[in-house]
């Protein structure tokens, strides 16, 4: 079934097609899972499947670049393997996913990987690639990440600045990772809270008595991400490498994105769609259920102008992509925590959702066009993960993954009738303009008007190369013109002063550097006179004068002030 899918024929006619860039009346002829044509009266074989596109946009494939499948976090199994949750992604338009793959500490990255993709190839229906977290580091980490590259076809690393004792790198350890990065071409992910201050914040707020949701919130304000995303863009300048951070959720933390590149930086970041569209309100519900449902990190925040401000920054360029960190629980699996908010597991679902949401909220609220809609869900991704033009953009040669997007239909958010795991949706009730009609992927028709065709396993791993111009173009030149270089002088050939070592000769560990053991101390002393100038305490327990006899106590009979009959 599947061979017979991808060696389909398939024409899209009378539709708009809509890039980042510009947006053209023109009909796609499709075959052999790649886009042959793209224009007006193509001249096209007998056989093809027509799909009236009249009215209606052709999209790239959404890429969504964070999503969480067929594992266990925060000792919980996320409710979504590798064919549900590929399947949801389709049936919302979204062609190709990117698991992060999480190696327990001091554990292999290279097993790890090789353990999630053989979860993956069994399952998925759509192409995946696979970002690998690096929760620890040494040696054996730096060359695991050369061989994942070289040999694996994996070319983006995340690290941690929070979680700790968990996953959490030290400012040293990620300024090397980082180097490790730049050295083999990779995309630094980075998730930027203080994992210090965090883990003080958690303590504080129990100390206090607050156990539930809202302590999520008051133990990882804004300013612990702010500060840590400013640290990350220092660390990542210094090591010279790009910097592509992770689940921006706050007004502050993008801010200093906006100004980075305002001063050059190669900095890149990406939000979530809860980040975008909800605020931190919710961990103030009365239902703890429904509180404890919204809990991921960085938290919501609570600020109600936040949500608005960050899908701005997506319109403008400021922020590059949104993706849906899509890792559902149930309710049950979050109540481990319902007496402390600590051991709720961190993760909502939306990988079905994602591209709706952001055409309702971003769209038609005028934040953001249809060719800024496409790069922020699409082509911005494929640009920094090395995969474009082959995918987020409709051109002949690309691959053939595209979506029929129906701009003026519009459907209600449900959990009743979604595909993807969970028992919870955080968009209950909303009403979306934004359908997919039908989604393509690699030339087979996988989903047409809600209806699901595609067999399990289906989907292939897509090896990603390095060194992506769009962030190591700029760096390769810079490194060219800004080398450090060391000045040519003749060498110094005057006196060296000697370095007295004081607290040496205070010890009476042995002779100063230079001098003789028996030479005698600068300050001469008068026979029998002490010199009030020099302690007579020292920490060897004897004291300068103790050679001196000591004189007997005398009695003073007149001494200045009038008689006494003290010793003195």
Known sequence: MAANMGA??????????????????????????????????????????????SGKLVLPGGIDTCVHLQQTFMNASIQDDFYSGTKAALMGGTTMVMALVLPEQHCSLLDAYEKCRALADAKACCDYALHVGVTWWGPKVRNEMETLVR????????????????????????????????????????????????????????????????????????????????????????????????????TSAGDMIAAAKMQGKVVHAETTVAHAVLNGMQYYHQDWAHAAAHVIVPPLRLDPNTPSYLMGLLGNDTLSVVASEHRPFLTKQRALGKEDFTKIPHGVAGVQDRMSVIWERGVVTGKMD?????????????????????????????????????????????????VQGGDFNLYEGMRCHGVPLVTISRGRLVCENGVFMCAEGSGKFYPQRTFPDFLYKKMVQREKNQ????????????DVAKVANAMKKELGLGPIDGESPNKPSGRVHQGGVRDLH???FTLSGSQVDDHIPKRSSARILAPPGGRSSGIW
């Open 8 to 53: 389909m024929r398939i024409l899209i006619k009378g539709g708009k097609v809509v890039n980042d860039d510009f947006t053209q009346e023109a009909d796609v002829y499709i075959e052999n899972g790649i886009i042959q044509q793209v224009g007006k009266e193509l001249m096209i074989p007998g056989g093809a499947k027509v799909i009236d596109a």
């Open 370 to 418: 249809e060719n800024r809609f496409v790069a922020v869900t699409s082509s911005n991704a494929a640009k920094i993960y090395n995969l474009y033009p082959r995918k987020g953009r409709v051109i002949p040669g690309a691959d053939a993954d595209v979506v029929v997007w129906d701009p003026d239909a519009t459907r209600t958010i449900s959990v009743s009738t979604q």
């Open 483 to 494: 080398a450090y270089k060391k000045v040519d002088r003749d060498p110094y050939s005057g």
């Open 151 to 250: 040999e694996h076809g994996v070319n983006s690393f995340q690290m941690f600045m929070a979680y700790k004792d968990l996953m959490m790198l030290r400012d040293s350890e990620l300024y090397q990772t980082l180097q490790t990065c730049k050295d083999i071409g990779a995309i630094a992910r980075v998730h930027a809270e203080n994992g210090e201050l965090v883990a003080e914040g958690a303590k504080e707020a129990l100390e206090l008595g607050i156990s539930g949701p809202e302590g999520i919130e008051i133990s990882r304000p804004e300013e612990l991400e702010s500060e840590a995303t400013h640290r990350a863009i220092t660390i990542a300048n210094r090591a010279r490498c790009p910097i592509y951070i992770v689940n921006m959720s706050c």
């Open 534 to 536: 020099e302690s007579s």
